[in-house]
């Protein structure tokens, strides 16, 4: 730490009590009360270097009374300092008191104005030549300006400082001014500066931070890694005041001036996310997105938030998204789906804008003869679109799997999850990000099983989402027996798990399941219209939905698994279709014969597979649309 002297006289003042006074030989003619303390001293060394004493005096007159220093920046600690200047005394000067001494010497009117060589100006030579040029001087230099802010920002020390420390910071990306690396650091954690600056207040922070961007010389990682940092040392101690200034006397008033103080550092903490995609974590930027949710952050922090953690949802965990819902209100749900929605959508956007191909490319229009560069750098193109259609692809995927354990972590802890907002979550996801619907189901089990009471209409609107088709076995043979699924979801469950043990024994389910109706198998397909009946259909309204479904199966049952066999079955569909809600009975009790026959062990049922699969076809028809 560097340290300035002034003067060299001995230290002539001396303190009784409240007062402090110069043992001289001469008697005091000027006395001034500073912060409660009484100065008893000489008009003539101050006032030949105070131009703000010389005109209070001038209105004061000789009237011999003590003049009054209210509200005197640095207090008497500080007019001290600058009365020994005055008279010659010995003073030092160190990064502690600078600050204090130069907004006593400006208040003072401590100029060159006044005499040459004055204190004001000493100062200011002393932090531009020494103390702003060490990084630790500098940082105790910009802390101490929090205690004068405004007196600061008008004499501009406040700027000197942050330029000065953004300077050091970029000038030795390896350690501080001096050389100095920090023991313990690596190329993985955060730059050498990131915890000093991590000691500021926010207003500061910011500023250094905007002033180290500003110089383009950073990496976003390491920004990133800074404002991790920051977040680090004090969100915690955010959270924590927020809550202890609820329960303490005047908690309103008191949790309303937190909040407001944390509101700020979350929202200047996002305004300094830098631009590169991975310089911070997706779940370091839900964890922001949560604390600005509680804290009822602006609009255009959220939404910043909302595209940044879209940009990389993929690399997400379902209890990053697990956003608390704000303000918290009785009989409301525990988390913020709606702010999962948002993301969602965000991402697919990205998604599809990543995946579109570009307009305008060039052709073959007009049979011009192309050069070899022209077609490579096609052939580059087509294959770099390839390349990111495959990332893209894999990135939904991922991010599928995210939000179906999302579901089911919502439906098992907050029951009271709203019915369309699970919905509108699962129906984020394209279908193609589902390969499989094991843990969708999963989910969709839970909710059913935490709201008994839902009614079947409901049952149906939720389930719609599910693609019996893509459940494993495993998951298959647990919804065939669930009671709480609506009756057409089973029977199409029994079907497709039926033509699964025929593939396997007839080497043809991939050809039925292929050909099923429904292109996709969802139970959106099941409960939605068919199409309207031909005139040969429309003759056969006298036969029973049984006597139907066999006709239309006996293709099945001589074992025509072609093509043009099942178009031929498929014919009689729509007549068992219209008939379906008249035989409800009849289906449950039919469920119910197969769900016992599924709960025998998997050697027994691909022995018997091809047989029962014969069976199926002449009750099971989930849609009435004719095969292509």
Not at 139 to 164: F, I, N, P
Not at 578 to 606: W, Y
């Amino acid at each position: 730490m560097r340290v300035m002297k002034l003067g060299n006289r001995p230290d002539t003042f001396f303190s009784s009590g409240p007062v402090r006074s110069v043992s001289t030989d001469l008697a005091t003619d000027m006395q001034i009360l500073v912060d409660g303390c009484l100065f008893r001293l000489h008009k003539f060394p101050l006032l030949s270097k105070c131009m703000w004493l010389q005109a209070l005096c001038v209105e004061s007159g000789d009237g011999g009374g003590a003049v009054e220093l209210p509200a005197f920046p640095g207090g008497a600690e500080a007019f001290e300092a600058c009365a020994k200047f005055c008279y010659g005394v010995a003073v030092t000067i160190g990064p502690h008191n600078v600050v204090a001494v130069r907004c006593a010497a400006a208040r003072l009117g401590m100029s060159e104005a006044a005499d040459r060589g004055n204190l004001a100006a000493k100062l200011d030579a002393f932090l531009s030549s020494c103390l702003l040029r060490r990084w630790k001087d500098a940082l105790a230099v910009l802390h101490s300006t929090r205690r004068y802010a405004a007196l600061c920002e008008e004499l501009g020390v406040t700027s000197r400082c942050v330029d000065a420390v953004a300077a050091l910071a970029v000038a030795d990306p390896s350690g501080d001014a001096s050389g100095a690396v920090p023991a313990g650091s690596s190329s993985s954690s955060p730059p050498w500066w990131a915890r000093d600056i991590s000691e500021l207040g926010v207003d500061l922070f910011w500023r250094v931070m905007v002033a180290v961007k500003a110089t383009g010389t950073v990496r976003g990682k390491a920004i990133g890694d800074a404002l991790k940092a920051y977040a680090r040392r004090w969100l915690p101690i955010a959270a924590k005041n927020h809550h202890a200034a609820e329960r303490t006397a005047g908690g309103a008033a008191n949790a309303e001036r937190a909040t407001k103080n944390h509101r700020l550092l979350v929202e200047k903490i996002v305004s300094l996310l830098p631009a590169e995609r991975n310089a911070v974590s997706c779940g370091f930027l839900l964890k922001l997105l949560k604390a600005a949710n509680i804290l009822g952050a602006s609009p255009a922090s959220k939404a910043e938030l909302t595209r940044r953690v879209a940009s990389q949802l993929e690399d997400a965990n379902v209890s990053d998204l697990l956003i608390p819902a704000a303000p918290p209100c009785a009989g409301g749900a525990l988390y913020d789906v709606d702010a999962v929605v948002a993301i969602l959508e965000e991402f697919a956007l990205r998604q599809a804008a990543a995946s579109g191909r570009p307009e305008g490319s060039p052709g073959r229009a007009g049979r011009h003869r192309r050069s070899m560069s022209a077609e490579s750098g096609e052939l580059e193109g087509a294959r770099r679109s390839t390349s990111m259609a495959a990332v893209s692809h894999g990135a939904m995927v991922r991010v599928g799997k995210l939000v179906d354990g999302f579901l089911a972590v919502v439906a098992t802890k907050d029951a009271r999850t709203p019915l369309d907002k699970m919905i509108a979550v699962a129906e984020a996801v394209p279908d193609y990000a589902r390969p499989e619907h094991d843990d969708l189901y999963r989910a969709i089990d839970t909710y059913l099983r935490a709201h008994p009471e839902m009614d079947k209409s409901s049952r149906k609107k939720l389930c719609r989402v599910l693609n019996c088709r893509k459940l494993s076995e495993k998951a298959s043979m647990h919804a065939a027996q669930n009671e709480l699924l609506p009756l057409r979801v089973v029977v199409q469950v029994l079907f497709f798990e039926n033509a699964r043990a025929a593939g396997l024994s007839s080497g043809h389910g991939n050809r039925v399941a292929a050909r099923f109706p429904g292109d996709g198998g969802d139970v959106s397909a099941l409960l939605g219209t068919g199409r309207p009946r031909t005139t040969e259909e429309n003759g056969k309204d006298g036969q029973s939905p049984a006597a139907a479904a066999a006709a239309a199966g006996s293709v099945a049952a001589d074992g025509d698994w072609s093509v043009e066999g099942l178009r031929r079955a498929a014919s009689r569909v729509a007549t068992l279709k219209m008939r379906l809600e008249e035989e409800d009975a009849g289906d449950e009790a039919f469920v119910h014969r197969t769900r016992a026959g599924l709960a025998r062990s998997a050697s027994s049922r691909v022995t018997a597979a091809a047989g029962r699969s014969k069976r199926m076809l002449t009750r099971l028809w989930p849609t009435s649309r004719t095969f292509t």
